[in-house]
Each structure stands twice: as C-alpha cells, then as structure tokens.
C-alpha cells in the first residue's frame, strides 16, 4: 500500500490552519476501483454519494490508514480522509453548518468528544453491535460517541531510583517522600485535565483540590513538554516519577534509534490503584455527525470499529488497549502486564472539565 499526504493551508477569522489529507492507492499494476481502495478528495471533500464517507480526524497516525483500506474492502464504502487538529475539526464542523460534509469526527480523549458533543454537533447513534461490544463506562450514556481504544495513564518510574514496592495509587502522590521527584506536563493538557475529572467523580472537589495542591508540591520542575518529554524526564533523572500514557514508552521500544531503546530500559510503568478502583483510563473514540451526507455508511464505519479486525489494528499499530474482549495487545505493551481499569465511565471527564481546570488553576499546576 502506498500512502502520501497532500497538506492545505485554509485561513481562518484570526489564524491559518493547516489540514492534511491522505491519499490512499494500492500498490496493484491494475488501476484500483472504488471498492477496494480509499481516496481522499482533498481539503474540501464532496457530500458523501452512496460508496462514500467523510471523515474529519484528529488521530494522526499512519497506521490507521489501513483501517480505512480495510474498511473498504470489506463493505464497498469508499473513505475520505481530512486530518487536523481536535477544536480545530469541531470549529469547521460547526461553522459548515447544514451543508458540512462531514459524516464522523474521530479524535481522542473523553474531554475531546465532550467538547464536540457540547458544540452541538453529534447525533446519537442506535446500534446493538456497538453497545454489545464497548463497555458502557466507554461511551456517552445517549450513544452520542464511542470509545474504540482504551489509553492507560500511568505512573513511569525510574528503575535505578525508585522501588515499585514504594508505589501504589495516584493518591499516593502527595505523600512528602515524593517532593521534588515528579514530573508531569502542563495543566493545559487534556490528558491531565481528565484525570483530574476523573478524580473529581470519585472524590469530590475538596479533596480532589486538596491532591493537585499537594501534588504540585512534589513537582521537580514547572510541567514542560509532551508525554515522552516527561518519560525522558525519568530517564535523565530529572525527577523519578512521571505521568503519561503507556503507548508513549512503548514507542520509544520500537525506536530505530539506540539512544530512546536506551530511554526505555532505564524507565518501567507502574499501574495505580490496583487494589482498589483501577487505573485511569481514557479513550479515542467518535461519534456520528447530525448533518452527516451518508449516516448510514457513517454507522456501518463505527461498527467497523469495533470488529476484531479494527481492534487488532488499534492495538498492534498504535500500541492502544482494544475495547473488545480477547483482542492481543502489541506484544511491548503486553511485557508491561496486565492490569485492572478504573470504571468510572469516561463521560464524567467532560461534565468535571471545568472544575477541574479551575482547581488545577487555583493549585498552581500552569
């Protein structure tokens, strides 16, 4: 299969944004035909014939190419593909109103998909396929998104300097044998924000309030960076504790470069809260566009989704955890073990947005 990408600069009220589409050919000498090779048409796609579907994403991974080829191939849909960033797509969809092309908007993180759903852009989706196979803490409780990949937020350690025997929950985290040991990105972050929420439905906001403080407490340095900054972080020994995701390491295990395999043996995850409600986990998921030209094509996709074909694809091309039941995890992140998630269903990480960067705020977590 090749892939290219076609880059577009469309000039917003204030600002330019960059959208890349893919275009997605076989590699065959015959010339391809809709039913088995997907095609983008651009940044400014056509609403969607019978064959077709348009879908806005913000998950930029090469991998999921083959999820559209597939997708293809097995039921005739042709994919359009337009790429950009998460409040970026919501915008378009929004201000294209009525006449948007747009049939799905992919992307990820709970938070994310609440801020679409807010913007009044998903129509909810009825689908005993979808239902049977994601777990009801991963999706919006009126089938308005779906989650089709689970993320871990986890605490990295480094191995020379910390004992996992010391290690136990998030909560934990404040204890002053902590102080000036961890590191973790900005508060701006959605993945911080999230877990945040997710703290606020467990604990309430007191107390939630009173972990970030002490948290923050315990910070090496100012947050700086993204995931993986934060594991090198760990690594260079700029604190010994971190939070991120666990694919972030696991790319670093599949690096062609000598010093980030290094990175990746002097750093291990640590799963919180086993003992009582799990670790927090978040999603990449998406939901069904109200205007969409092509629902029914769009559904089918979302259905697709969950298939086990769709979920092998998640997990061993993007190093995610699967939603459906008995799918194999890519074989790195299966060395860091297997581990119980947290139920809280992810939804609240939305509705607790708010409180959350306000406590995050008034804690002085920048």
């Known amino acids: 299969m090749k892939v290219s990408r076609r880059f577009f600069l469309t000039a917003g009220a204030a600002t330019a944004t960059v959208f890349a589409s893919q275009f997605i050919t076989s590699c065959s000498d015959q010339q391809p035909t809709p039913t088995n090779s997907p095609a983008s048409t651009g940044n400014n796609p056509q609403p969607s014939a019978t064959g077709e579907i348009n879908i806005y994403s913000s998950r930029h991974y090469n991998t999921d190419a083959e999820l559209y080829s597939n997708f293809t191939k097995e039921t005739g849909f042709k994919v359009n593909l337009i790429e950009g960033k998460d409040d970026e797509l919501i915008e378009r969809i929004k201000s294209e109103g009525a006449n948007s092309p747009a049939d799905l908007l992919i992307t990820v993180d709970a938070g994310r998909l609440w801020r679409a759903d ?9 689908s005993q396929i979808i239902t049977d196979k994601i777990p009801e803490n991963l999706r919006h409780p009126e089938g308005k998104w779906f989650g089709f990949t689970k993320r871990a937020r986890v605490l990295m350690y480094n191995k020379d300097k910390v004992n996992p025997d010391q290690l136990s929950t998030y909560e934990d985290l404040t204890d002053p044998k902590w102080k000036g040991k961890i590191i973790v990105r900005s508060s701006s972050n959605i993945y911080n924000q999230s877990l945040v929420a997710s703290l606020i439905a467990v604990h ?4 939630t309030e009173d972990w970030v403080k002490g948290l923050v407490a315990n910070f090496a340095r100012s947050p700086e960076g993204g995931d993986t900054d934060q594991i090198l972080g760990v690594a260079s020994g700029a604190g010994d504790i971190a939070l991120a995701n666990t694919y972030y390491l696991a790319r670093l295990a599949k690096s062609d470069k000598p010093s980030e395999k290094e990175i990746f043996n002097k750093v291990k995850a640590f799963f919180p809260n086993q003992s009582d409600r799990g670790t927090h986990i978040n999603i990449s998921g998406g939901g069904l566009i109200k205007n969409a030209p092509n629902p029914e094509g769009a559904i089918k996709f979302l259905e697709y989704l969950t298939s086990d074909t769709a979920q092998t694809f998640f997990a061993q091309g993007n190093n995610e955890y699967p939603v459906g039941a008995g799918i194999p995890v890519d074989s790195i ?34």
């Open 204 to 207: 309430g906001e007191k107390e």
């Open 118 to 126: 807010q913007a009044g852009i998903f129509v909810p989706v009825t």
């Open 333 to 366: 992140v299966a060395g860091f073990g297997p581990f119980k998630d947290d139920t809280t269903n992810v939804a609240l990480y939305g509705e607790n947005n708010a409180k959350a960067v306000e406590i995050m705020d008034r804690a002085g977590w920048v």
